[in-house]
C-alpha cells in the first residue's frame, strides 16, 4: 500500500539596500534606510515563489511532520542502523503487503539502497514556518504566564511536563553560571507579585464562563526546569535513562466508495477494486488545484497508479491506457460532499467527534522520559497520498506509500513493554538507543529520507538542543573578527581552493546564503553557496554581483549586491573557461568548508554563522528604535519592521496569501467603519455645544468618506440590525416553546423592526442636515473621552493595515522559529511594556520556556 511523505524546508538569502543594491560592509551586514521598503519595492524581482501549500515535501532530512533546517542533510546519505549496547531486536512479519508486486517495484526505483537510520545523533530542528501561519497567530490571553514558577501543562502538541526531577541551581538575581558543556544557563527571576492577566492589555477580551470548573478538574503539572540543573545533558552522549512510549498511530484503513461513485474512462464507468480505487481518489480530491494541471504530476500520478492497476485491475476488464480519458468528476463531487457534511457539524457533533478522536489518540500524545511525562510531538503517521514537491521537483505526483509496522523501527527502553501497532503487523525492529532522542523512524519511499517521531517542541531534550544552538551563535561573536580577517586575507591565497573558500564564507557571512548541498539528479534543482553554478551568478563592472537562482524549497533568490573589488575579481577568475552549468566553487564543498570552519571554532558550521546573523542583526535593528512614548501598536510595527528585514536578509519569501486582498479590504471598511463613528460623535458634540468647531482637536473632518460611502455603510447596518432582530426574535419563541409558554406575536416583531427602520430614516435627515438628533444627547465628557478613543483606534487601525500589507511576502514565522534567540524578544517585551503574547503564539511560548525568564538587560 501506500506510504507516506513528509515536507521539510525554510529558503535562501537576500539583503537590499535603498538603491536597489546590498551594501556589504566589513565586519557587518548592515543594511541602508531602504531595508524597510516592501518587497515589491526592494532589489529583489518577482521570483518564482513555488510554495504550494503549508504542508509541501520538503528536500531535506525529513522528519515526521516536523520540519528540519539543517545546511547538511542528517539522512540524506547512507548509515548504519542505530544500536544500543550493540542490540537490535528485529521482529518477524508475516504480513503481506496489499500493493504486492507494484509496491516493491515502486521502492526499488525510488528508495536508495537500503539506507538505514544513523546511528550518530540526529541533529533536531523545530517545526517550520511556513508552517504554519496559524503559529503566528498571537495569543488572545496571557493565562498561563511562562514567568511562572508553576505552570500548567498547554493545549497544545509540544509541551514537556514533569513532577520530578526539580533539581536546580540558584543564584543571584540577573547572574548567568556557566554549566559543564559550556553554555550560559539564565538564572530563575524571582516570582513576580499578581497574576499574569492582571495587566488589561493581555487579558482576554472574552473569557468562557463555563470553563472555570473544568479548570479545577484540571491536575495542575509542574514544568521540568532542566534549564536550571548542572548539566542538562548538553555533552552528546547519553540522552536518557529510562524511556517508555506507545510507538506511533496509524490512520484508517481505506474505506471503499458508495456503488454509485465511480470514476469513468471513455465516458463509461469502472469498477475498480479498493486498491486501485484509493490511488484514484488520491488525485480525485485535487482535481481543481494548480497540482492536478501540472504535467509532471500528472504525467508521475498516472505512471504510478497504472503500476497499482497491474497488481489490482479494474474488475469490468477496462484497459487504462490515457490519461486524457479518465473522469474523477464524479469522485471529486462525492469528496467535496463529504467535506462539505463535516463542515456542516453541529457544534455538538464536532465537539463528540473531537472527543473520541482524543480519546483514541491520548495514549500517543506523552511518553516517560526518566520518569517524567513529556509530550510527543508527531505521534501520527501521514496517510498515503500524492507527492506534491515544491517548486519543479522531478517527483511531484508520485505515490507515497501506506507505511506500515513493517516498516518501522521503535526506539525504547530496555525492559519496558512493546507498544502494540494499532494496525495489523509487527514492528520492523526494537532497539534501545539512549545516545539519540528519536522515538520511532522509517524510510519513505519516495526521495528515501528517514522521518522519525521526536519529543514535542516544548520537551526538554529539544529545549537543550534549542539553547545550544543559540548559545552557539552567541559564542561566535568573540571569534567573528578573527574569522573575519582570515578569509579577508585568503580571498589574495595564491592557492586557488582557499581562495575560493575565503569567497564562499564571504557571501554567507555578508549575504547569511546557506551553504548547500549536492543534488541527485531525481531531486529538485536548488542550490546553495558552494553549489552556484556559473550560470547563476552575473557579473556587471564596476564591482556589482547579481545572484539569481532556486534556493531551499525552490524559492528564487534575487539580488544584486555591491562587493569588494577583490570579491569582484575573484569570481571573474573562478567563471573563466567555464561553461554556464560548470560550478562556480569547483573546488569548494560543503563538506570541506564546515571543516575548515571547525577549525576556526569548535561547532561552528555555515548554519552557525546564519543564526549569528540573523540574531545579531535583529538586535542591532531593535536598539536603534526609539520607542519612547510610543503606543502598543508602534512598538509592534517596529518589532515586526525589524524582523521583516531579517526575513529579507535570510530570503524568508512566500506567495501572498490568495485572501490578502479580501482581507486588506475589509480592513479598509473596518477603518472607514471607524472614521463613520467619529464623524457621528462629533456630530453629536457639535450639536450641543457648538463651541467645539473651534478647537483644533475636533477641526479634522472625515474628508475620505464619500456621502455614497456612508449611504452604502447605513443601508448594510440596517440590514445587519434587521437579520439580527429576526434571529433574535425566532430564538425567543424556540425558548417560550421549550419553556412551555405562549410564543410571542408577529407584532412584536413588526414593533421591532419599526424601530429599527425610524432610527436610519433619523441617520438619513442627520446626514441632509448634518445634525445628531438631540435625543441621543450625552454628557460632554462622556463624547469627548469616546471620540479619544475612537481617534486611537483610528490610529492603531491604520498601522495594522500598513503592517499587513507590508509583510504579505515575507514569512515572519520561520526567523522567529528557526534563526531569532528568543531571549531578544522576551528581553525586549520587558524593556519595552509588550506583552509577550502579542508577539510569540502559544506555540512558540510553549517552545521556548527556557528564554522566558531572562532579564531585560539581556543582549545577545
Same mark, same amino acid.
Given at each position: 500500500?501506500?506510504?507516506?511523505?513528509?515536507?521539510?524546508?525554510?529558503?535562501?538569502?537576500?539583503?537590499?539596500?535603498?538603491?536597489?543594491?546590498?551594501? @556589504?560592509?566589513?565586519?557587518?551586514?548592515?543594511?541602508?534606510?531602504?531595508?524597510?521598503?516592501?518587497?515589491?519595492?526592494?532589489?529583489?524581482?518577482?521570483?518564482?515563489?513555488?510554495?504550494?501549500?503549508?504542508?509541501?515535501?520538503?528536500?531535506?532530512?525529513?522528519?515526521?511532520?516536523?520540519?528540519?533546517?539543517?545546511?547538511?542533510?542528517?539522512?540524506?546519505?547512507?548509515?548504519?542502523?542505530?544500536?544500543?549496547?550493540?542490540?537490535?531486536?528485529?521482529?518477524?512479519?508475516?504480513?503481506?503487503?496489499?500493493?504486492?508486486?507494484?509496491?516493491?517495484?515502486?521502492?526499488?526505483?525510488?528508495?536508495?539502497?537500503?539506507?538505514?537510520?544513523?546511528?550518530?545523533?540526529?541533529?533536531?530542528?523545530?517545526?517550520?514556518?511556513?508552517?504554519?501561519?496559524? #503559529?503566528?497567530?498571537?495569543?488572545?490571553?496571557?493565562?498561563?504566564?511562562?514567568?511562572?514558577?508553576?505552570?500548567?501543562?498547554?493545549?497544545?502538541?509540544?509541551?514537556?511536563?514533569?513532577?520530578?526531577?526539580?533539581?536546580?541551581?540558584?543564584?543571584?538575581?540577573?547572574?548567568?553560571?556557566?554549566?559543564?558543556?559550556?553554555?550560559?544557563?539564565?538564572?530563575?527571576?524571582?516570582?513576580?507579585?499578581?497574576?499574569?492577566?492582571?495587566?488589561?492589555?493581555?487579558?482576554?477580551?472574552?473569557?468562557?464562563?463555563?470553563?472555570?470548573?473544568?479548570?479545577?478538574?484540571?491536575?495542575?503539572?509542574?514544568?521540568?526546569?532542566?534549564?536550571?540543573?548542572?548539566?542538562?545533558?548538553? #555533552?552528546?552522549?547519553?540522552?536518557?535513562?529510562?524511556?517508555?512510549?506507545?510507538?506511533?498511530?496509524?490512520?484508517?484503513?481505506?474505506?471503499?466508495?458508495?456503488?454509485?461513485?465511480?470514476?469513468?474512462?471513455?465516458?463509461?464507468?469502472?469498477?475498480?477494486?479498493?486498491?486501485?480505487?484509493?490511488?484514484?481518489?488520491?488525485?480525485?480530491?485535487?482535481?481543481?488545484?494548480?497540482?492536478?494541471?501540472?504535467?509532471?504530476?500528472?504525467?508521475?500520478?498516472?505512471?504510478?497508479?497504472?503500476?497499482?492497476?497491474?497488481?489490482?485491475?479494474?474488475?469490468?476488464?477496462?484497459?487504462?491506457?490515457?490519461?486524457?480519458?479518465?473522469?474523477?468528476?464524479?469522485?471529486?463531487?462525492?469528496?467535496?460532499?463529504?467535506?462539505?457534511?463535516?463542515?456542516?457539524?453541529?457544534?455538538?457533533?464536532?465537539?463528540?467527534?473531537?472527543?473520541?478522536?482524543?480519546?483514541?489518540?491520548?495514549?500517543?500524545?506523552?511518553?516517560?522520559?526518566?520518569?517524567?511525562?513529556?509530550?510527543?510531538?508527531?505521534?501520527?503517521?501521514?496517510?498515503?497520498?500524492?507527492?506534491?514537491?515544491?517548486?519543479?521537483?522531478?517527483?511531484?505526483?508520485?505515490?507515497?506509500?501506506?507505511?506500515?509496522?513493517?516498516?518501522?523501527?521503535?526506539?525504547?527502553?530496555?525492559?519496558?513493554?512493546?507498544?502494540?501497532?494499532?494496525?495489523?503487523?509487527?514492528?520492523?525492529?526494537?532497539?534501545? #538507543?539512549?545516545?539519540?532522542?528519536?522515538?520511532?523512524?522509517?524510510?519513505?519511499?519516495?526521495?528515501?529520507?528517514?522521518?522519525?517521531?521526536?519529543?514535542?517542541?516544548?520537551?526538554?531534550?529539544?529545549?537543550?538542543?534549542?539553547?545550544?544552538?543559540?548559545?552557539?551563535?552567541?559564542?561566535?561573536?568573540?571569534?567573528?573578527?578573527?574569522?573575519? @580577517?582570515?578569509?579577508?586575507?585568503?580571498?589574495?591565497?595564491?592557492?586557488?581552493?582557499?581562495?575560493?573558500?575565503?569567497?564562499?564564507?564571504?557571501?554567507?557571512?555578508?549575504?547569511?546564503?546557506?551553504?548547500?548541498?549536492?543534488?541527485?539528479?531525481?531531486?529538485?534543482?536548488?542550490?546553495?553557496?558552494?553549489?552556484?553554478?556559473?550560470?547563476?551568478?552575473?557579473?556587471?563592472?564596476?564591482?556589482?554581483?547579481?545572484?539569481?537562482?532556486?534556493?531551499? #524549497?525552490?524559492?528564487?533568490?534575487?539580488?544584486?549586491?555591491?562587493?569588494?573589488?577583490?570579491?569582484?575579481?575573484?569570481?571573474?577568475?573562478?567563471?573563466?573557461?567555464?561553461?554556464?552549468?560548470?560550478?562556480?566553487?569547483?573546488?569548494?564543498?560543503?563538506?570541506?568548508?564546515?571543516?575548515?570552519?571547525?577549525?576556526?571554532?569548535?561547532?561552528?558550521?555555515?548554519?552557525?554563522?546564519?543564526?549569528?546573523?540573523?540574531?545579531?542583526?535583529?538586535?542591532?535593528?531593535?536598539?536603534?528604535?526609539?520607542?519612547?512614548?510610543?503606543?502598543?501598536?508602534?512598538?509592534?510595527?517596529?518589532?515586526?519592521?525589524?524582523?521583516?528585514?531579517?526575513?529579507?536578509?535570510?530570503?524568508?519569501?512566500?506567495?501572498?496569501?490568495?485572501?490578502?486582498?479580501?482581507?486588506?479590504?475589509?480592513?479598509?471598511?473596518?477603518?472607514?467603519?471607524?472614521?463613520?463613528?467619529?464623524?457621528?460623535?462629533?456630530?453629536? @458634540?457639535?450639536?450641543?455645544?457648538?463651541?467645539?468647531?473651534?478647537?483644533?482637536?475636533?477641526?479634522?473632518?472625515?474628508?475620505?468618506?464619500?456621502?455614497?460611502?456612508?449611504?452604502?455603510?447605513?443601508?448594510?447596518?440596517?440590514?445587519?440590525?434587521?437579520?439580527?432582530?429576526?434571529?433574535?426574535?425566532?430564538?425567543?419563541?424556540?425558548?417560550?416553546?421549550?419553556?412551555?409558554?405562549?410564543?410571542?406575536?408577529?407584532?412584536?416583531?413588526?414593533?421591532?423592526?419599526?424601530?429599527?427602520?425610524?432610527?436610519?430614516?433619523?441617520?438619513?435627515?442627520?446626514?441632509?442636515?448634518?445634525?445628531?438628533?438631540?435625543?441621543?444627547?450625552?454628557?460632554?465628557?462622556?463624547?469627548?473621552?469616546?471620540?479619544?478613543?475612537?481617534?486611537?483606534?483610528?490610529?492603531?487601525?491604520?498601522?495594522?493595515?500598513?503592517?499587513?500589507? *507590508?509583510?504579505?511576502?515575507?514569512?515572519?514565522?520561520?526567523?522567529?522559529?528557526?534563526?531569532?534567540?528568543?531571549?531578544?524578544?522576551?528581553?525586549?517585551? *520587558?524593556?519595552?511594556?509588550?506583552?509577550?503574547?502579542?508577539?510569540?503564539?502559544?506555540? @512558540?511560548?510553549?517552545?521556548?520556556?527556557?528564554?522566558?525568564?531572562? *532579564?531585560?538587560?539581556?543582549?545577545?
Amino acid at each position: 500500500m501506500p506510504g507516506s511523505g513528509y515536507h521539510n524546508g525554510h529558503h535562501a538569502a537576500a539583503a537590499v539596500n535603498g538603491n536597489g543594491h546590498a551594501k @556589504l560592509e566589513e565586519g557587518d551586514i548592515s543594511m541602508s534606510d531602504g531595508d524597510d521598503l516592501p518587497l515589491s519595492q526592494a532589489s529583489r524581482k518577482p521570483g518564482t515563489d513555488a510554495r504550494t501549500s503549508r504542508n509541501l515535501k520538503r528536500k531535506k532530512p525529513v522528519y515526521a511532520e516536523s520540519s528540519s533546517d539543517e545546511d547538511t542533510p542528517l539522512a540524506s546519505s547512507p548509515a548504519k542502523p542505530s544500536k544500543s549496547n550493540g542490540k537490535v531486536v528485529k521482529q518477524e512479519s508475516d504480513a503481506d503487503d496489499a500493493y504486492g508486486e507494484e509496491s516493491s517495484i515502486l521502492r526499488k526505483s525510488r528508495v536508495s539502497g537500503g539506507r538505514k537510520p544513523p546511528k550518530k545523533k540526529v541533529k533536531e530542528e523545530s517545526a517550520a514556518a511556513e508552517s504554519s501561519e496559524e #503559529d503566528d497567530k498571537p495569543l488572545l490571553s496571557a493565562k498561563s504566564s511562562s514567568r511562572k514558577r508553576k505552570t500548567k501543562s498547554e493545549d497544545s502538541e509540544g509541551v514537556a511536563v514533569a513532577n520530578g526531577n526539580k533539581s536546580r541551581t540558584r543564584g543571584k538575581k540577573g547572574k548567568v553560571e556557566d554549566d559543564a558543556s559550556g553554555l550560559d544557563m539564565p538564572k530563575p527571576k524571582k516570582k513576580r507579585g499578581g497574576k499574569a492577566n492582571d495587566d488589561p492589555a493581555i487579558t482576554s477580551p472574552t473569557k468562557a464562563k463555563g470553563k472555570k470548573k473544568e479548570k479545577k478538574e484540571e491536575e495542575p503539572q509542574e514544568v521540568f526546569r532542566w534549564w536550571e540543573q548542572q548539566d542538562p545533558n548538553g #555533552d552528546g552522549t547519553v540522552k536518557w535513562q529510562t524511556l517508555e512510549h506507545n510507538g506511533v498511530i496509524f490512520p484508517p484503513p481505506y474505506e471503499p466508495l458508495p456503488s454509485n461513485i465511480k470514476m469513468q474512462y471513455n465516458g463509461k464507468p469502472v469498477d475498480l477494486p479498493p486498491e486501485s480505487e484509493e490511488v484514484a481518489g488520491f488525485f480525485a480530491t485535487m482535481l481543481e488545484t494548480e497540482h492536478a494541471q501540472d504535467a509532471t504530476f500528472r504525467k508521475n500520478f498516472f505512471e504510478d497508479w497504472k503500476t497499482v492497476m497491474k497488481r489490482h485491475p479494474p474488475r469490468d476488464g477496462t484497459k487504462i491506457i490515457s490519461f486524457d480519458l479518465c473522469d474523477f468528476r464524479s469522485m471529486f463531487e462525492h469528496f467535496e460532499a463529504e467535506r462539505a457534511k463535516k463542515k456542516a457539524m453541529s457544534t455538538e457533533e464536532k465537539k463528540a467527534a473531537k472527543k473520541s478522536k482524543d480519546e483514541m489518540e491520548a495514549k500517543y500524545t506523552t511518553c516517560l522520559l526518566d520518569g517524567r511525562k513529556e509530550k510527543v510531538g508527531n505521534f501520527r503517521v501521514e496517510p498515503p497520498g500524492l507527492f506534491r514537491g515544491r517548486g519543479e521537483h522531478p517527483k511531484k505526483g508520485a505515490l507515497k506509500f501506506r507505511v506500515r509496522p513493517e516498516d518501522i523501527t521503535l526506539n525504547i527502553g530496555v525492559g519496558v513493554p512493546i507498544p502494540i501497532p494499532n494496525m495489523p503487523g509487527k514492528w520492523k525492529a526494537v532497539t534501545h #538507543d539512549n545516545t539519540v532522542t528519536w522515538l520511532a523512524n522509517w524510510t519513505e519511499n519516495i526521495n528515501g529520507n528517514h522521518k522519525y517521531v521526536f519529543l514535542a517542541a516544548g520537551s526538554s531534550l529539544k529545549g537543550q538542543s534549542d539553547m545550544m544552538k543559540f548559545e552557539k551563535a552567541r559564542e561566535l561573536k568573540s571569534h567573528v573578527d578573527r574569522i573575519r @580577517l582570515n578569509y579577508n586575507v585568503d580571498l589574495k591565497s595564491k592557492v586557488m581552493a582557499d581562495r575560493q573558500r575565503a569567497t564562499a564564507m564571504y557571501f554567507i557571512d555578508k549575504l547569511a546564503l546557506r551553504a548547500g548541498n549536492e543534488k541527485g539528479e531525481d531531486e529538485a534543482d536548488t542550490v546553495g553557496c558552494c553549489s552556484l553554478r556559473c550560470e547563476h551568478v552575473t557579473l556587471e563592472a564596476p564591482n556589482f554581483i547579481v545572484f539569481d537562482f532556486l534556493g531551499k #524549497d525552490s524559492i528564487r533568490y534575487y539580488n544584486r549586491v555591491e562587493v569588494e573589488a577583490q570579491v569582484f575579481k575573484n569570481i571573474r577568475i573562478f567563471k573563466e573557461n567555464k561553461n554556464d552549468d560548470d560550478n562556480l566553487f569547483d573546488r569548494v564543498t560543503t563538506s570541506s568548508l564546515n571543516k575548515h570552519l571547525t577549525s576556526e571554532m569548535k561547532g561552528l558550521t555555515a548554519k552557525v554563522f546564519r543564526t549569528y546573523n540573523a540574531s545579531f542583526t535583529f538586535q542591532r535593528l531593535l536598539d536603534e528604535e526609539s520607542l519612547e512614548g510610543a503606543t502598543l501598536q508602534e512598538k509592534l510595527n517596529a518589532y515586526n519592521k525589524a524582523n521583516r528585514r531579517v526575513a529579507i536578509l535570510c530570503n524568508h519569501q512566500r506567495s501572498a496569501p490568495k485572501t490578502h486582498d479580501q482581507s486588506m479590504e475589509k480592513m479598509r471598511y473596518k477603518h472607514l467603519t471607524l472614521k463613520y463613528d467619529r464623524m457621528k460623535l462629533r456630530q453629536l @458634540l457639535f450639536t450641543q455645544d457648538p463651541g467645539f468647531k473651534r478647537k483644533e482637536k475636533y477641526a479634522e473632518d472625515e474628508s475620505d468618506i464619500d456621502d455614497d460611502w456612508i449611504v452604502e455603510h447605513e443601508n448594510n447596518m440596517k440590514e445587519k440590525e434587521i437579520e439580527k432582530a429576526e434571529k433574535k426574535f425566532a430564538k425567543e419563541n424556540e425558548k417560550l416553546k421549550e419553556d412551555g409558554e405562549k410564543p410571542q406575536s408577529e407584532s412584536v416583531l413588526q414593533e421591532r423592526l419599526s424601530g429599527i427602520k425610524e432610527d436610519f430614516e433619523q441617520l438619513t435627515r442627520e446626514r441632509e442636515t448634518g445634525k445628531a438628533s438631540q435625543k441621543k444627547a450625552r454628557p460632554i465628557d462622556k463624547l469627548e473621552e469616546a471620540i479619544d478613543k475612537v481617534t486611537e483606534r483610528i490610529k492603531t487601525h491604520k498601522l495594522q493595515i500598513v503592517d499587513r500589507d *507590508e509583510t504579505k511576502e515575507v514569512a515572519l514565522g520561520t526567523s522567529k522559529i528557526n534563526y531569532l534567540d528568543p531571549r531578544i524578544t522576551v528581553a525586549w517585551c *520587558e524593556t519595552h511594556d509588550v506583552p509577550i503574547e502579542k508577539l510569540f503564539s502559544k506555540t @512558540l511560548v510553549t517552545k521556548f520556556p527556557w528564554a522566558m525568564e531572562v *532579564e531585560k538587560e539581556w543582549k545577545f
